[in-house]
Each structure stands twice: as structure tokens, then as C-alpha cells.
């Protein structure tokens, strides 16, 4: 009988991969769950329950949950124009809260792959200057409410919302208004990993991948050498926090999935649950196939929401179906640049 893991296995018996985790779970907790391979190849170091890697854009639905709060407590207007809480946009172009949740502001969404720094250059790095041109060239020419497009700088700009609105760094309100309300003690989500078990995350040698990332990208200040045949990355920030900062181990995803999944709904309330998982419609009444954040479809016959974290070194998908109360999570620590859906295949065998 062929493992029920056989497809994950190979990922890494075919070095497609160093290491997979994978978690299938309900309320109550893991239902089912695979775990193989290394963190670090160079040291040995297998991947283990402490293991911890960045989330990337899974973040994002984060921060739209922060967004739903303050809305909650009467600080955001979801369809109030995103310049009545940062002063310094134009106020013309109409782009409201509600549109960069949903991903309808009509922004470009530039290559985020040099969006990174050091742990060294992490105390002196002042984002908000960072991306203040790039926000500024991005929102040229948008039209809101036209189409969707998916864009890394509309959760920036409601990153920055939150600060104006809640008088708090993004990372301070998320740590102490979520964060703080997902503790267990194998539970690991923060946006500080240094004295952390963080796993090396990892890119091809060879490929055409890796000859782009070499020509758009510093590879040589980001990479090193590693063995059977990959590049490894050194630790990084990513420069936006709101769209991508966090990291978590897999006990941490499956924690925060199951608070999603759960009724009690100590993050939000009854009504803002049900937002944020109300797919959106463009302003010509088509469906977008996003929610507040989360993307929506269809796997067996059974309608689930779920989002994508990737980027250089690591990806991962987070997954949530409510009707029947369950979820799933899956990390590669290899490099990942779109949405693949991996949980279509690995959440097969268990939803009927």
C-alpha cells in the first residue's frame, strides 16, 4: 500500500526540497500531519516541531484581520478613502480601505524580490522612506473597484493605516491585539525570529531561476553556497512587515487556523468573521475570487479559503474550510514565487 504522504516524500527523497511539514487539522487539533527532511543541510539539523520560517504573504491576513478591529471599534471605515488616515496620499483617486483589502485598487504590484534587508541593517531600516517612491510610481493611473490585481502595495498602505489609526507600530498592535491571544506552548507566530530555531531556506544552484534572481536581485549578499545543489539564504527581513514580516512554526499556523475555525471568535466578532470571508465583487457585480485577504475556491465538492506565502527560500499555504470545520498548512523551505495550491493535492484523500 502506498503511503498516504508518498507525493511529500518524494519532494524530498527527489531533493526537490530539503525539508516538508504538513498539518491536517480540525478544532480540536491535528488530525493528520508529515514532517521530513532538514532545516539546515550543511549542519544536519532536522526539521522538527521548534522549526520556524518565514510565513511571507500569509501575513496579509493578519492584517486584515488588525484592519477588521479597528474597524470594529469605530477607528477605519471600510469604504472611507484610504487618504483620510494617510495624509500625505492623494485624495483624487478614490482607492479606499475596502479596495486594498480586496485587492480592487487598481495598483501595480512591482517584483518584491530585492524588498529585503539584513538582520545587521534591520534596526536602522526605515520602510516607510523605503517605499514612499515606490507607493507614489505604483498608484499612477490606478482605477479602483475595475478589476482584481493582486498588489503587495495595498497592504503597505494599510500597514500604515493601522500606525495613523491605532498610534501604534504595525508590529506592536498585530504582537499585542492577535499574537498575544494565539499563545500555547508549541505555538511560535512573531515578527522576531533571532533567538528562534529559524530554518535556512533554499534556491536551486542551477536553473534558469537562478540565473534571474542573480540578474534582478543582490543573490551574492543574500546567498551562499550549500550542499546537493542548492543556494542557501542567509536570514532577511522583509522591508514591508504588513504584506509579508511574519514568521511562525507549524504548531503557530495551526493555532491561528483553528481560532479562524472557531466559534468562540476571540479576534472578531460574529458579523467581521463573516466579512472576511464574503467574497468580493468587482463594480460590475463579478466575483473576484477574494475575500477580505483570503482567496476563495473549491476542492471535492467542498468551498474553502486559503492563502499562499512565497518568496526566496521558503513557501507555504494556509487553508481553511469551515463548513466542515477543518484546515491545513504546508511548508517547503525551498523557494516559491506563486500561488501553487499544493493543499489540492494533499487535502484530496481527506475531504469528501
Given at each position: 500500500m502506498p503511503?498516504?504522504?508518498?507525493?511529500?516524500?518524494?519532494?524530498?527523497?527527489?531533493?526537490k526540497?530539503?525539508?516538508?511539514?504538513?498539518a491536517?487539522?480540525?478544532?480540536?487539533?491535528?488530525?493528520?500531519?508529515y514532517?521530513?527532511?532538514?532545516?539546515?543541510?550543511?549542519?544536519?539539523?532536522?526539521?522538527?516541531?521548534?522549526?520556524v520560517f518565514p510565513?511571507?504573504?500569509?501575513?496579509?491576513?493578519?492584517?486584515?484581520?488588525?484592519?477588521?478591529q479597528?474597524?470594529?471599534k469605530?477607528?477605519?471605515?471600510?469604504?472611507?478613502?484610504?487618504s483620510?488616515?494617510?495624509?500625505?496620499l492623494?485624495?483624487?483617486?478614490?482607492?479606499?480601505?475596502?479596495?486594498?483589502?480586496?485587492?480592487?485598487?487598481?495598483?501595480?504590484?512591482?517584483?518584491?524580490i530585492?524588498w529585503i534587508?539584513?538582520?545587521?541593517?534591520h534596526?536602522?531600516?526605515?520602510?516607510?522612506?523605503?517605499?514612499?517612491?515606490?507607493?507614489?510610481?505604483?498608484?499612477k493611473?490606478?482605477?479602483p473597484?475595475k478589476?482584481?490585481?493582486?498588489?503587495?502595495?495595498g497592504?503597505i498602505l494599510?500597514g500604515?493605516?493601522?500606525?495613523?489609526v491605532?498610534g501604534?507600530s504595525y508590529?506592536?498592535?498585530?504582537?499585542?491585539?492577535?499574537?498575544?491571544?494565539?499563545?500555547?506552548?508549541k505555538?511560535?507566530?512573531?515578527?522576531?525570529p533571532?533567538?528562534l530555531k529559524?530554518?535556512?531556506?533554499y534556491?536551486?544552484?542551477?536553473?534558469?531561476?537562478?540565473?534571474?534572481?542573480?540578474v534582478i536581485s543582490?543573490?551574492?549578499?543574500?546567498?551562499?553556497?550549500?550542499?546537493k545543489g542548492?543556494?542557501?539564504?542567509?536570514?532577511?527581513y522583509?522591508?514591508?512587515?504588513?504584506?509579508?514580516?511574519l514568521?511562525?512554526?507549524?504548531?503557530?499556523?495551526?493555532?491561528?487556523?483553528?481560532?479562524?475555525l472557531?466559534n468562540?471568535?476571540?479576534?472578531?466578532t460574529?458579523?467581521?468573521?463573516?466579512r472576511?470571508?464574503?467574497?468580493?465583487l468587482?463594480?460590475?457585480?463579478?466575483?473576484t475570487?477574494m475575500c477580505?485577504?483570503?482567496?476563495?475556491?473549491?476542492?471535492?465538492?467542498?468551498?474553502?479559503?486559503?492563502?499562499?506565502?512565497g518568496g526566496g527560500?521558503?513557501?507555504?499555504?494556509l487553508r481553511?474550510?469551515?463548513h466542515?470545520?477543518k484546515?491545513s498548512?504546508i511548508?517547503?523551505?525551498?523557494?516559491?514565487?506563486?500561488?501553487?495550491?499544493v493543499l489540492?493535492?494533499?487535502d484530496?484523500?481527506?475531504?469528501?
Amino acid at each position: 500500500m502506498p503511503s498516504e504522504f508518498a507525493l511529500l516524500e518524494k519532494q524530498v527523497t527527489k531533493n526537490k526540497t530539503p525539508f516538508v511539514q504538513y498539518a491536517f487539522f480540525d478544532g480540536t487539533g491535528v488530525i493528520k500531519e508529515y514532517s521530513n527532511g532538514y532545516a539546515d543541510i550543511a549542519k544536519r539539523h532536522p526539521v522538527d516541531d521548534e522549526s520556524v520560517f518565514p510565513v511571507f504573504s500569509v501575513t496579509k491576513t493578519f492584517t486584515a484581520l488588525a484592519i477588521l478591529q479597528l474597524f470594529e471599534k469605530g477607528g477605519i471605515a471600510m469604504n472611507a478613502p484610504v487618504s483620510q488616515y494617510l495624509s500625505d496620499l492623494p485624495a483624487e483617486n478614490g482607492i479606499t480601505v475596502m479596495h486594498l483589502l480586496t485587492h480592487t485598487a487598481g495598483l501595480a504590484n512591482p517584483l518584491p524580490i530585492n524588498w529585503i534587508h539584513t538582520s545587521s541593517e534591520h534596526s536602522s531600516f526605515d520602510r516607510n522612506e523605503f517605499f514612499k517612491p515606490i507607493i507614489r510610481k505604483s498608484m499612477k493611473g490606478a482605477k479602483p473597484g475595475k478589476r482584481f490585481r493582486y498588489s503587495n502595495i495595498g497592504y503597505i498602505l494599510l500597514g500604515q493605516v493601522i500606525e495613523s489609526v491605532s498610534g501604534m507600530s504595525y508590529e506592536t498592535y498585530v504582537t499585542k491585539h492577535i499574537l498575544d491571544r494565539l499563545t500555547s506552548p508549541k505555538a511560535i507566530i512573531t515578527f522576531n525570529p533571532e533567538t528562534l530555531k529559524l530554518a535556512t531556506g533554499y534556491h536551486k544552484a542551477q536553473g534558469i531561476s537562478m540565473l534571474m534572481l542573480g540578474v534582478i536581485s543582490n543573490a551574492r549578499k543574500y546567498m551562499v553556497d550549500a550542499p546537493k545543489g542548492w543556494k542557501a539564504f542567509l536570514p532577511v527581513y522583509i522591508n514591508g512587515s504588513s504584506y509579508g514580516g511574519l514568521f511562525a512554526n507549524v504548531g503557530g499556523m495551526v493555532k491561528y487556523g483553528r481560532e479562524l475555525l472557531s466559534n468562540q471568535h476571540a479576534l472578531l466578532t460574529s458579523p467581521s468573521y463573516q466579512r472576511l470571508f464574503t467574497e468580493n465583487l468587482t463594480t460590475d457585480n463579478k466575483p473576484t475570487g477574494m475575500c477580505l485577504s483570503w482567496f476563495k475556491g473549491m476542492l471535492n465538492g467542498t468551498e474553502y479559503y486559503c492563502h499562499a506565502g512565497g518568496g526566496g527560500g521558503f513557501y507555504c499555504e494556509l487553508r481553511l474550510y469551515p463548513h466542515i470545520s477543518k484546515g491545513s498548512f504546508i511548508v517547503f523551505n525551498r523557494s516559491g514565487f506563486s500561488d501553487m495550491r499544493v493543499l489540492d493535492k494533499t487535502d484530496a484523500r481527506f475531504i469528501s
